[in-house]
């Protein structure tokens, strides 16, 4: 697995939270 893909998988986990946060408001 590339080193590049622990962060993709990160960026998508905060993508995620930052989008239900924001349907929480």
Known sequence: MPL???K???GL???AL???SN???
Do not use: F, K, T
Request: net charge neutral.
């Open 4 to 6: 590049e893909a622990p």
């Open 23 to 25: 349907l929480r408001w």
């Open 13 to 15: 986990l905060i993508g």
């Open 18 to 20: 930052q989008i239900q």
């Open 8 to 10: 993709v998988l990160i």
